[in-house]
T-cell receptor
Framework: DVKVTQSSRYLVKRTGEKVFLECVQDMDHENMFWYRQDPGLGLRLIYFSYDVKMKEKGDIPEGYSVSREKKERFSLILESASTNQTSMYLC????????????????FGSGTRLTVV | GNSVTQMEGPVTLSEEAFLTINCTYTATGYPSLFWYVQYPGEGLQLLLKATKADDKGSNKGFEATYRKETTSFHLEKGSVQVSDSAVYFCALNTNAGKSTFGDGTTLTVKP
């Protein structure tokens, strides 16, 4: 069964800590994405990557960075965690590029609920 | 730019009721359209998709038809169950590889 695995389901960190959220996929997908999900705000794209060592800013990249050293792994980094980064974080992957019959949609991980205190 | 608008929730239905969740979109080019479902405490799962006008996607009793003339992709189910309680997201994808999601609609089905 193909999947996207996020390393932690629940995480509690202190303000100012550097936080790493890990995501691994076993589908050989080129594209990987990080979203955060907050009540009433839907899904907001933080960063995405179309290839190894490549990254693009999404809609809300401030306070975050990412790393993609291997195709299967996409890490989200909170450089100095703040309470307003308390959220559900969702990782997703997809097959590359175009729509049409060849695009099967995103596969999501189960999410990491991060609390910053 | 691309956008997706879903009907606002929450939606509360009794078991065996008919479900419609409205979704309309704005897109450049010819998007593929998707419905995802998120059960409590989980990530999103792909529910169904349609890749061109007049296509009907279907899965687990849910259906949605790609209507280009009304730029819509409404989700329907004839008889909902308590286990269908979840958040439903409409989404579109064009050639950029990045999907655009609606804000989600929460469905609660009561026995």
């Amino acid at each position: 069964d193909v999947k996207v695995t996020q390393s932690s389901r629940y995480l509690v960190k202190r303000t100012g800590e550097k936080v790493f959220l890990e995501c691994v996929q076993d589908m050989d997908h080129e594209n990987m994405f990080w979203y955060r999900q907050d009540p009433g705000l839907g899904l907001r794209l933080i960063y995405f990557s179309y290839d190894v060592k490549m990254k693009e800013k999404g809609d809300i990249p401030e306070g975050y960075s990412v790393s993609r050293e291997k195709k299967e792994r996409f890490s989200l980094i909170l450089e100095s965690a703040s309470t307003n980064q308390t959220s559900m974080y969702l990782c997703a992957s997809s097959s590359p590029g175009a729509g049409g019959e060849s695009f099967y949609g995103y596969t999501f991980g189960s999410g990491t609920r991060l609390t910053v205190v | 730019g691309n956008s997706v608008t879903q009907m606002e929730g929450p939606v509360t239905l009794s078991e065996e009721a008919f479900l419609t969740i409205n979704c309309t979109y704005t897109a450049t080019g010819y998007p593929s359209l998707f419905w995802y479902v998120q059960y409590p405490g989980e990530g999103l799962q792909l529910l169904l998709k349609a890749t061109k006008a007049d296509d009907k996607g279907s899965n687990k009793g849910f259906e949605a038809t790609y209507r280009k003339e009304t730029t819509s992709f409404h989700l329907e189910k004839g008889s909902v169950q308590v286990s269908d309680s979840a958040v439903y997201f409409c989404a579109l994808n064009t050639n950029a590889g990045k999907s655009t999601f609606g804000d989600g609609t929460t469905l609660t089905v009561k026995p």
